[in-house]
């Protein structure tokens, strides 16, 4: 371990699946991630955005090791990630924990929650289980009392802060949690998200927080990544992309926030959802973007970095970073 | 077999409430006990040994149609008591019977199991052997099996027990499968758990309740093929007696001696009756996507 | 559909090829093959002959090429009972054999349908409750006992009907009852339960609400969506009709394959057994397939091929 490495870097992945139609079916190359490269720092979280099936939560697992990319490489306090499975990769798994966006789905339903609480405990050996969990179940809100209970008992925003107990209980350096309140009642997200804000300053993890929600990413996040189609489109801080997004596609998800009270004008966004199998030539997103030009038919844009430090991948916020604001 | 019954993930959470047991049931359940009793009680209740000759008696008839209380089911064409050599069977095939769901069971799982993990190859010749064992009628595969290698009890129950084990592939398969893509097996794996705690402490109690239904459905037909095969003459091998056989041997008699042929059928009929009966039972109850 | 089919056929393939190898397996396994198949007191210039014809001193995967090879060619060996081929042995018997299938079959069809559909349209009412009494008996009686109940009644104690033998079609009476009553039962069950679960469907409810006659309702859409499940157990049934009467006719002593399977076991007759084992295996993966591509024309959703992974 390189203390001056950053917690976890990851460059140019890429993960190909084969769609296969039927059996005896013509292989179909999709490309879920297609060159992303991201970088989190200790005790920091990434807010990671985008449509669902645009790749975020593949990423997600290639970062956690769970899944192994089929080109580029993720390294993990300077060195590289065990193959999945072996000996050494579930050792690390004390390290890096990841949270679901389906805490039902992610629990026993046949343990107890402090069963489930203790199981990581178990499985690396650490002992004083019992004050452990108890601990654990306090800090992330649930009474102590509760560690009796089975699934099916509590809330859904229980159940939540169950699956981060369990997450936590081997104090990981890194926590990635995949849309970790879209499952969740409105009035939930926001104290879910508080406690992710609060356990990070307490047990001072790296956070990749993936969710289709900008909104959701601003509150937890020190940076930001926006994804479509496989690739980061632009990256930069929270507060600058939601006050002036330098890509048309960010600036669709901007303007998609509802501001009561304000009237704002919609980017509607034209053609059909992008379907993975079928990418779009050139820039992925010319097909719908309402400034597309024929340079971006052509050519794919790369991921390049701004003025203003912000990292953009399209032809024409580069070109002119004054893009006019209202182009459609 | 349509494939959609194993991808529903078929999860029981505990029951407090009871309902009440049918009638039908119970008396299944009931019988099924008294069976268990006189397997495992044999050599106590069982009036003579089941080879035990008796020659003075010979084809005498039951109690009930005027025999003697001496021998109260009657007696075979050597003297043999019915009632003791009956006990026997039922012992025996209640023996192999449960050796052979049992191996079915593990066999099943443990491929299914094997399949859902790795994937790929491993998966693909699983499922190849399921395809191939579903394509044959088990009697036949069973005979050829037993002409090929002989007759022994051991084979008998090894060879039992590969009935039905494609079943429990599919159904372990398929809800490992389901528990691994986004649920609870997944994230057990994320702890760094190994894949003997995924399996044996997560995965295997959530599918208990599923695979001990289709045991229980499974079960009355391993009762019949060896009853089948044993009535050939291809299963159990004298001086070794079970239901099946006593079937076999006491139809040369069914016109002198119908009671030696009739008290191993009744037998064979209220068992896999009352196991069937309590399997439809456990399958609506506890997981009505097995159908 | 065209790619349905061609997959399809493959898989029939490789079943049968995988038959064929678990057949060259045991055949393996159970110790030197020339003996087993020539018999054990078959002249040394025979068994031989044996090994040189099927390669017995070939390695291994030359002699599994070669049995594959030569039972493509219908060389399936001779019977060590009395030296004719096991193919003709086997061949001459299935007359005996559907004689009695046959008409089964039709019993199973046209009783056990009816029974099905009738106790489904009218759940838990007297006929639905017999029907299913009826149908876990056919399925816990097994058919030698059913068999011999019906030749003590019928031939031992009314003397209506010949116990065995195959002299006159009245001797085929009683194993033909005996089949067809265990595969009604258990063609009404299963009919019965698919049409419940397809009565139970949204679309037989829309169907009706927007005022459909029930009778459109039920041979509309409930029968030909209820008939799909059920096709894949007659398709078995079909598979079954060269070899699905092992034990009855063992009861009836009749003549048929499946007498000839039993001698054959009790015998170690081992060619006769691979023989019919072959027979078996192509019957029903034959009938499998027949079976698949019916699925695809009855079920649109299975036409394209996209059939959705485990």
Known sequence: ????????????????????????????????????????????????????????????????????????????????????????????????????????????????????????LEIHRIGDRAARVQDLL??????????????????????????????????????????????????????????????????????LFISHDLRAVRQVSHRVAVMYLGRIVEEGEPD??????????????????????????????????????????????HPRCPVATALCARETPALKRRGDGRLVACHLAHRDEALPRKAA | MPEGLVTVATVVPPQPKRASVPLLVRLGGAWLLAMLAVALLADVIAPYGYTALDLRNRLSPPVTLGGSWLHPLGTDELGRDVLARLIYSI???????????????????????????????????VLALVDFSASLPFLILALAVLAFFGNSLVLLVCLLGLHAWERYARIARGLALAAGAQGYAAAVRGLGATPWRIYGRHVLPNIASTLIVSMTLAF??????????????????????????????????????????????????????SVSLIGDWLRDRLDPTLR | MLRFATARLARAGLTIAMVVTFAFVVLRLSGDPAQIIMGADAPPEAIDAFRTAWGLDEPVWVQYLSYFSAILQGDLGRSMRD????????????????????????????????????????????????????????????????GLLLVLVFAVQLGWLPSGGQESWRHAILPVITLGLGGAAVLARFTRSAMLEVLGQPYIRTASAKGVPWRSVVTGHALPNAAIPTVTIIGF?????????????????????????????????????????????????????????????????LRSGTRKAG
């Open chain 2, 91 to 125: 012992r025996t095939s209640l023996l192999i019977a449960f050796g052979a769901t049992i191996i079915g069971a593990v066999v099943g799982t443990t491929l299914g199991f094997l399949a859902a993990h790795f994937r790929g190859l491993v998966e693909q010749a």
């Open chain 1, 240 to 285: 600058a992309i939601l006050q002036d997004p330098a890509h048309p596609y960010a600036r669709t998800l901007v303007s998609a926030i509802p501001h009561p009270g304000r009237r704002v004008d919609r980017i509607i966004l034209q053609g059909d959802p992008p379907n993975p199998a079928d990418r779009p030539s050139g820039c992925a997103f």
């Open chain 3, 237 to 301: 049934m079909v598979g079954s009709l060269i070899a699905g009467a092992v034990v009855v006719e063992s009861v009836f002593s009749w003549p048929g394959v499946g007498r000839l399977l039993v001698v054959a076991v009790s015998n170690r007759d081992l060619a006769v057994v691979q023989c019919i084992l072959l027979l078996v295996a192509v019957t029903m993966v034959c009938a499998n397939l027949i079976v698949d591509l019916l699925y695809g024309l009855l079920d649109p959703r």
């Open chain 1, 138 to 207: 306090r800090a992330v809100g649930l009474r102590p009392d509760q560690a009796e209970r089975y699934p099916h008992e509590l809330s859904g925003g229980q159940r939540q802060r169950a699956v981060l107990a369990r997450a936590l209980a081997t104090e990981p350096a890194l926590l990635v949690c995949d849309e970790p309140i879209s499952a969740l009642d409105v009035s939930i997200q926001a104290q879910v998200m508080n406690l992710l804000v609060d356990l990070q300053e307490r047990f001072g993890m790296g956070i």
């Open chain 3, 83 to 146: 030296g004719r081929d096991a193919i003709v042995l086997v061949t001459e018997r299935i007359p005996a054999t559907l004689a009695l299938t046959l008409p089964a079959l039709l019993i199973k069809i046209g009783l056990g349908i009816p029974a099905g559909i009738f106790a489904a349209l009218h759940r838990n009412s007297l006929a639905d409750r017999i029907v299913m009494v009826v149908a876990v008996a056919g399925f816990t009686v097994p058919s030698f006992v059913l």
């Open chain 1, 1 to 120: 371990m390189r203390p001056d490495a950053p917690l976890l870097d990851a460059k140019d992945l890429v993960r190909r699946y084969d769609m296969r139609r039927g059996f005896l079916g013509r292989a179909v190359e999709v490309r879920a991630v297609d060159g992303v490269s991201l970088r989190i720092e200790r005790g920091r979280t990434l807010g990671l955005v985008g449509e669902s099936g645009c790749g975020k939560s593949t990423t997600g697992r290639l970062v956690l090791g769970m899944e192994t990319p089929d080109q580029g490489s993720v390294s993990f306090e300077g060195q590289p990630l065990p193959s999945p499975g072996s000996a050494a990769w579930r050792a690390q798994r004390a390290r890096m924990q990841m949270v679901y966006q389906d805490p039902l789905g992610a629990l026993d339903r046949r343990l107890s929650i402090g069963t489930q609480v203790a199981e990581p």
């Open chain 2, 220 to 273: 009355p037909e391993v009762i019949l093929l060896e009853s089948g095969l044993s009535f050939l003459g291809l299963g159990v091998q004298p001086p070794e007696t079970s239901l099946g056989s006593m079937v076999g041997y006491g139809r040369e008699y069914l016109t002198r001696a119908p009671w030696i042929l009739l008290a191993p059928a009744v037998t064979i009929v209220l068992t896999t009756l």
